[in-house]
């Protein structure tokens, strides 16, 4: 499966962004599909994620702040970023895992300034 990520951007820290992840196939068809993160100069982290039954699951980092949906018609994946912090600011990453396939989109900067 193919992933297009968009929607990052500059905002102020207290501000919200929407990440929309693209896929190129039916999103019921994948198992999970998830949101990752890298900072400069640390690891790519895990964000969020929703899998096919809908179910959800957020880092302890993010909790209460983000939301990851979906929109099946569209075959999108939704991340909700409210209430950003500086320490948010990274390059975000969807994924998409089907069967023992793993696919990772193209990445989108998010930047949060003080």
């Known amino acids: 499966v193919q992933l297009q990520a968009s929607g990052g951007g500059l905002v102020q820290a207290g501000g919200s962004l929407r990440l929309s992840c693209a896929a190129s196939?039916?999103?019921?068809?994948?198992?999970?599909v998830g949101w990752y993160r890298q900072a400069p100069g640390k690891q790519r982290e895990w964000v969020a994620d929703i899998s096919r039954s809908s179910g959800t699951n957020y880092a302890d980092s993010v909790k209460g702040r983000f939301t990851i949906s979906r929109d099946i018609a569209e075959n999108t994946v939704y991340l909700q970023m409210d209430s950003l912090k500086p320490e948010d600011t990274a390059v975000y990453y969807c994924?998409?895992?089907?069967?023992?396939?793993?696919?990772w989109g193209q990445g989108t900067q998010v930047t949060v300034s003080s």
């Open positions: 994924k998409a895992v089907r069967s023992t396939v793993v696919s």
């Open positions: 196939r039916n999103i019921l068809t994948l198992s999970v």
